[in-house]
């Protein structure tokens, strides 16, 4: 019970900086991106005061947190709530500390007899440590920080670790992909009547797919790293069709979290930013502000944890950590250049056809390097997705869904997903070179990082296929995806502003 404890506040600060700072005019959306923003701003906030050396205890981390809902709280209540925002607040607050009840007493977490583990002692060592110690940082370029983090916030429980973290965190995402799912089909133009019962089906065709279930139990960075990439693509997604930068600060929260939960997440960033803001046609500054937050952020702690590696590490190395420092970096000033410069706006508008030619070429690199390596690990990775019980027929489904796409207009701004999976999906072939190869089994590397991209491609299919089955927006949409490709590179000087 005591979960609950630290659970509904992490709600509770979620709720009120997406109101302060986030879609605020979707009350019912704010309500269900709680418990994510929350944890994932605790986590930000925690790992921030230990980098300047702040204890980490009950005591200073609890007062941060109550500082920081607080003025969350006030910023919400200057930029207006009603009361039936206040009512659905309420309501949603406590049909989430029913579910933190109903679970918090269970300890139905699965543990691997190594990842998880690993990730619990470094997270009991932060708890007893006050903080991050240098043995700690030296373990953590084999382990992405945000749920050791989030796990050391047992201190504030009365629990020996927090099994109900990924419980949590997985049945608060379901209500968040549906309301996601919703505003994202009422953004093209579906028609409402049949719109929930389709939004339903969709969402229980994803949440009853066994490996995301598994998942949904599992210790370990791949739920919490997909629930992530799907808020920042898909809430950035949202905010280029509707042209409502009010999205924009807790998307960029959410790549934030994203970054800090695997070695190699940062590179996923860098990617997903490319197909996203260089391609943007919401105004300048705010996107500027939230890209420029971000990226200080994430550039900070690779620096910091740079300073604490050995040089022969197996997985993040100081020189490889100024590498993703300086991609981010260098990422940013190419953003901010390109407001001046017709030569980097054209690159821009051919980014998708750029990141597809190098994922290509790349694998083609290795698999000519290495061809054995290579070829052994596709195919254990391919046997884990189709033979595996956990994933029954859902990569054949999705595939077969994928074929039939090729013939039903796309969705505007389609780049992050259509050309985003892909090479989220190369990346994760790309990545093993450098490594031992895959292993045919439920806990191979590649066949959890999969998790990651599942939400989204179910997201994507959605989106495209159900506006196609209402006649009415059949046509609007494709004129829609149309005029996004056209106009795309017409920038005028007020959106630059």
Same mark, same amino acid.
């Given at each position: ?153 047992? $201190? ?5 670790? =927090?099994?109900?973290?990924? +419980? #949590?965190?997985? &049945? *608060?995402?379901?209500?968040? @992909? ?114 420029? $937050? ?5 550039? =900070?702690?690779?620096?910091? +944890? #740079?300073?604490? &590696? *050995?040089?022969?590490?197996? @997985? ?182």
């Amino acid at each position: 019970m005591s979960q609950s404890l630290l659970f509904i506040p992490l709600h509770l600060l979620g709720i009120a900086l997406c109101f302060a700072c986030g879609p605020r005019r979707r009350p019912a959306l704010c309500c269900a991106l709680g418990f994510p923003v929350g944890l994932a701003a605790a986590v930000v906030l925690a790992l921030a005061m230990m980098m300047v050396r702040i204890r980490h205890d009950p005591w200073t981390l609890g007062a941060a947190m109550a500082i920081a809902g607080l003025a969350a709280a006030f910023g919400a209540a200057r930029r207006g709530m009603g009361r039936r925002d206040l009512a659905i607040a309420g309501a949603w607050t406590a049909a989430f500390a029913a579910m933190c009840a109903a679970i918090s007493p269970f300890n139905v977490a699965i543990l691997t007899s190594i990842d998880s583990h690993r990730i619990l002692s470094l997270a009991i060592a932060i708890a007893n440590d006050g903080g991050l110690e240098p043995a700690t940082m030296a373990r953590l370029g084999h382990w992405g920080v945000f749920q050791v983090v989030a796990h050391s916030m047992m $201190g504030l429980t009365r629990q020996d670790f =927090l099994y109900s973290l990924p +419980l #949590a965190l997985g &049945l *608060s995402f379901i209500p968040v @992909f549906a309301v996601l799912l919703w505003h994202a089909l009422e953004s093209l133009g579906a028609a409402p009547r049949r719109r929930w019962l389709l939004v339903g089906l969709v969402t229980a065709a994803l949440f009853t797919i066994g490996a995301l279930d598994y998942h949904i139990l599992y210790i370990h960075t791949n739920l919490g790293a997909g629930v992530y990439l799907f808020l920042f693509l898909v809430m950035f997604w949202i905010a280029e069709v509707e042209r409502d930068a009010s999205w924009l600060p807790v998307a960029f929260l959410a790549l934030v979290a994203f970054a800090l939960h695997r070695t190699e997440t940062p590179i996923v960033a860098v990617l997903v930013l490319s197909l996203t803001v260089t391609r943007s046609e919401l105004p300048r500054r705010p996107i500027g502000f939230a890209l420029a $937050g971000s990226s200080a952020g994430m550039i =900070l702690w690779l620096e910091v +944890l #740079a300073a604490h &590696l *050995s040089p022969e590490g197996d @997985f993040l190395t100081p020189g490889r950590c100024h590498l993703m420092a300086g991609l981010l970096a260098g990422f940013f000033l190419w953003w901010a250049a390109s407001a001046r410069s017709e030569i980097i706006r054209c690159i821009d508008r051919r980014m998708p056809l750029l990141i597809s030619a190098t994922c290509a070429l790349a694998l083609a690199g290795e698999l000519a390097s290495r061809p054995d390596h290579m070829i052994a690990s596709a195919r254990s990775w391919a046997f884990n997705l189709t033979t595996l019980p956990l994933w029954g027929q859902t990569w054949f489904i999705i595939l077969a869904l994928v074929v039939i796409g090729l013939a039903v207009a796309p969705p505007p701004f389609r780049a992050p997903f259509a050309v985003g999976l892909p090479a989220c999906f190369a990346v994760v072939l790309f990545l093993v070179y450098f490594r031992a190869p895959y292993r045919e089994g439920r806990g191979d590397s590649a066949n959890r990082m999969t998790i990651q991209m599942l939400p989204l491609i179910v997201f994507y299919l959605a989106i495209k296929f159900i506006p196609a089955l209402d006649c009415r927006t059949r046509d609007s949409q494709r004129r829609s995806a149309t005029a996004a490709e056209i106009g795309s590179p017409v920038r005028t000087s007020i959106q630059r502003n």
